[in-house]
């Protein structure tokens, strides 16, 4: 689970690091970053360029216009100034309905922000769409950028200066498929952009972690669920697939209060033949993605099958940390049993190491082990390292297994929580397999358990 982030100064960002996008709106305004918006006419480039300063495919990018039709904001950083950055659909005088509500979007952007990107396409030159959007940007208030897109090599540098006649200044010519110009011009955004505001934060409410029940229809979740709240607030039935949207309560423990989730079977979507099956498995879904930990029930009298392993990828793929649970295990044979061990090792080989429990939710046998394990997996899915402790891992783990060609971290740090999540500095980019090694020394060095490790590589110029 590594995350490759790397940077470049001279050709402008490959890699850049960049916050998650499923937040970003409201942790750009909490956080009082300045504003920069990406205008222009469609398909000059805007979305391209958005990817470029971001160094990932965050924006949609097809060859025809109007593919970006809302606003979409993230945070952005460069040379260690943070801002937000917006990305306009393409602003058009006429059109139908929606291009003037895309237009709208972009006419209320650009009034909001503190610099404006202003994109032209420098293969086509000035068109009429161009001279509107010049005289809407005018208004803003604020530093206007001319950026001459589409300028991929030194023979399109003649049709740079066409633009000067914007009246925006000098443009700056980028190519924001290749990267080239586009460091320069960000050198220049940032010099006028003004500092962060300081917000004063409000006191957090206690958190309430998440706990989801998944697994194949009729493994028994909705009968673990009962047992686990205390009482029956889940429909339990022989008949698989009786769960059809998910149930959540919370539950004080000794440990602070916890919210359970049970959610509908999921089963393979050729077997999905029903409008509402489909929407619940589609709702199971999203509760595995908000959740802190997933309590993944198997049958065991039916072993782990294939729908497990594929459910165990979508979990383990939800970032959050998994707790395998074998149900109805006082019903299988002692033969059996002895034979577990290899079959979890075998199917479930790509899991971290995960903790194994041995229940019986009907009757309810060994049931009371599953909350240790998962306070231990919350513990460490919010667990904070110092820096220094990070710096021993890494160090002793490159001691021990020096990374092929030279390269090595320059220095670590842990960036955020929930997962655990790792910043390497380095001096060259570093191999898929040394990435996986170090994710292993740090999860074992540092007890992560079960918990999703997410690394992201900074590549510092030598």
Not at 77 to 105: C, H, P, Y
Not at 206 to 223: C, M, Q
Request: proline share 5%; net charge negative.
């Amino acid at each position: 689970m590594s995350d490759t982030d790397d940077t470049t100064t001279n050709e402008g960002p490959i890699e850049a690091d960049a916050h998650d996008s499923s937040s970003d709106d409201a942790s750009a305004k909490s956080a009082g970053l300045p504003t920069v918006v990406i205008a222009g006419r469609p398909n000059v480039g805007k979305s391209t360029l958005m990817n470029r300063i971001l160094g990932r495919r965050e924006a949609i990018v097809e060859e025809k216009p109007g593919v970006t039709r809302d606003r979409k904001e993230v945070d952005a950083e460069w040379q260690g100034s943070d801002f937000n950055l917006i990305d306009t659909g393409g602003w058009m005088t006429g059109g139908t309905a929606i291009d003037k509500k895309v237009s709208r979007q972009a006419e209320v952007a650009i009034r909001e922000a503190d610099a404006v990107l202003f994109v032209v396409d420098a293969t086509i030159g000035i068109t009429d769409e161009d001279d509107h959007v010049v005289r809407l940007v005018r208004q803003a208030g604020c530093p206007v950028f001319c950026v001459a897109n589409k300028v991929d090599d030194e023979v399109h540098m003649d049709n740079v200066w066409e633009l000067v006649g914007l009246g925006l200044g000098e443009p700056f010519p980028v190519s924001s498929l290749h990267g080239r110009g586009v460091g320069d011009l960000l050198d220049a955004v940032v010099a006028v952009l003004p500092e962060p505001v300081e917000i004063e934060e409000e006191e957090e409410e206690e958190r309430i972690f998440g706990i989801a029940l998944v697994g194949r229809p009729n493994v028994g979740k909705s009968t673990l669920f009962n047992r686990l709240i205390g009482e029956d607030r889940s429909i339990t039935h022989d008949m698989p697939g009786t769960t059809r949207d998910t149930v959540d309560t919370v539950v004080d423990t000794g440990t602070g209060p916890i919210r359970f989730l049970d959610t509908a079977g999921m089963r393979r979507r050729s077997r999905i033949d029903e409008d509402t099956e489909y929407y619940s498995v589609v709702r199971a879904l999203k509760a595995v993605d908000k959740a802190d930990v997933a309590l993944l029930v198997i049958d065991s009298t039916e072993g782990i099958t294939h729908q497990d392993q594929r459910l165990a990828e979508r979990v383990d793929a939800a970032g959050c940390p998994i707790v395998l649970v074998l149900n109805k295990w006082d019903k299988i044979s002692t033969e059996k049993r002895e034979t577990f061990p290899a079959q979890i090792e075998r199917k479930l080989s790509f899991l971290p190491d995960v903790p194994v429990h041995r229940v019986s939710a009907l009757t309810g046998k060994s049931v009371e082990r599953l909350l240790p394990s998962m306070t231990a997996a919350i513990d460490a899915y919010q667990m904070r390292v110092p820096t220094r402790k990070v710096n021993e891992v890494v160090r002793r783990a490159q001691q021990a297994t020096p990374a092929p060609g030279g390269a090595r971290v320059l220095y670590a740090t842990q960036g955020a929580a929930h997962p655990p999540t790792f910043t390497l500095f380095t001096n060259r980019a570093l191999p898929d397999h040394y990435l996986r090694y170090l994710e292993r020394q740090l999860r074992d060095q540092l007890e992560l358990g079960p918990t999703a490790i997410k690394l992201r590589v900074r590549r510092r110029s030598e």
